[in-house]
């Protein structure tokens, strides 16, 4: 039970959820515990892709922590909530409405390594306490801006239409939260004004893609939230390789864990391999210095002879250090 399970998110389920769900499916199918951790927090209104990871792979999650992110999200204009989503309350409102050339326009800015103030609704501790856990108290939050990096950031092709079943938005309107996209572009030639609009962004860690929507919107001279977030890519994982949750009742029926989980050497796909020699293995397994190593400084993760993942290592002037080391026994 070394491994991964991509799960597509659904809206309302919190991640420690999921995680939870995943531990209940294996026990249920006699596979017995083990352990088990996500790599990279999504919000209840958040959809899309989750890692869960399984056994060893639990030691892998703070690198998918530090990973970039892709993200699609709408933004509905004329209405700023104090939790920057449909959640929350009223606090701001604006008749001002943009074109699709001023939305164009503004994104450049929005492009890059930036600066963002978080939401006061986020897990970021102030003095100890969580910053949301204030600001439900009604207590001001202040955080301070951070840097981080937006490396792509464009209009997306697939734009949602409201359905049924969607809820009120703060302002009254229909709500996309938790539907599907249909590739129909809200909004028109780009003289007209739009209500809402939906973006994709390729982001660094960090990054607050509710902090990002309320910026764009205060740019244009308006407000905004977020209406829809569906996370598309964590890591080397995307929408691709994500299963339902609707799947894991083939593990409670006894089905083989192979049917769902990927392999351990998944979640490093996006770093790159250094083969040791087997007395190199051997050093290396020791918690030893492996020196002599010609490669370019960096991550690694380091394999053997029989292509098993020994640990995740960092090279530097030709010497390999253990920063994680890994046990298949």
């Known amino acids: 039970m070394h491994g991964w399970i991509i799960l597509d998110k659904p809206y309302g389920l919190g991640s420690t959820d999921a995680v939870t769900a995943i531990k209940r499916a294996f026990r249920q199918g006699g596979f017995g515990k083990f352990k088990v951790g996500h790599g990279g927090t999504l919000d209840p209104l958040a959809t ?8 060893e792979a639990t030691k892998l999650t703070g690198q998918m922590l530090n990973g970039d992110k892709t993200y699609d999200f709408t933004v509905r204009f004329g209405v700023e909530t104090d939790t920057l989503d449909v959640e929350g309350k009223r606090v701001a409102e604006s008749d001002v409405r943009p074109t699709l050339a001023e939305i164009e326009a503004v994104l450049p800015r929005f492009t890059g390594p930036i600066e963002q ?6 897990a970021l501790k102030v003095d100890g306490h969580r910053a949301y856990d204030l600001a439900r108290a009604g207590e001001t939050v202040e955080l301070a801006s951070r840097s981080v990096t937006v490396h792509a950031l464009t209009i997306s092709h697939n734009q949602p239409v409201p359905r049924a079943g969607g809820g009120p938005s703060p302002d009254g309107a229909s709500s996309t939260r938790g539907q599907e996209m249909d590739p129909c572009l809200r909004g028109g030639a780009d003289g007209d004004r739009v209500e809402e609009i939906t973006l994709s962004a390729h982001v660094s860690k960090g990054t607050y893609i509710r902090s990002l929507a309320r910026d764009i919107a205060q740019a244009m001279g308006t407000v905004g939230h977020v209406t829809m ?5 964590a890591g080397p994982f995307g929408l691709a390789e994500a299963i339902s949750l609707d799947k894991l009742d083939e593990i409670r029926q006894g089905a ?4 769902v989980i990927l392999p351990f050497e998944a979640g490093l796909a996006d770093i790159p391999a250094l083969d040791l020699t087997p007395d190199q293995a051997r050093r290396l397994r020791m918690g030893q210095v492996v020196t002599g190593i010609a490669a370019h400084d960096g991550r690694y993760w380091a394999r053997g002879s029989d292509d098993a993942p020994l640990a995740l290592v ?16």
């Open 48 to 55: 899309g892709v989750l890692p869960i990871a399984l056994g």
């Open 117 to 122: 103030v978080p939401p006061a609704f986020s």
């Open 229 to 233: 977030l569906r996370r598309s890519q």
């Open 256 to 259: 083989a864990p192979e049917d």
């Open 314 to 329: 960092s090279l530097s002037d030709h010497e390999v250090r253990v920063v994680r080391g890994f046990n298949f026994g």
